[in-house]
């Protein structure tokens, strides 16, 4: 994900991260731990790594405050949903919408 190229799904580890800094909007290692482990408890290693990878990806941006940093997410909830749906209607629809379309139609018929 990084700017100017095409983003890209994270790995679910790293999805995670990004939902808990959607849901707090910015914050420490630890800050991102506590809000993980109502979730799933993770060692603060892991998600100092996994913070680690999506910074170099650019989706997360990480500013030095005194001895820790700061990480702020760069993309959005929504953007990701987006890439999320393209990628579905490319690999099992045959890059059709309206085949999906049709095919929500008809789960939601059936239901």
Known sequence: MKRGADPEMPPPLELECLQALWQIGNGSV???QEALSRRRPLAYTTVMTLLARLARRGA???RKVG???LYTPTVSEEMLRDLAVREVIRCHFGGSEPALAMYLDSRR???
């Open 30 to 32: 630890r800050d991102i």
């Open 60 to 62: 997360v941006d990480r």
């Open 67 to 69: 001895r820790c940093f």
């Open 109 to 111: 018929n059936s239901a």
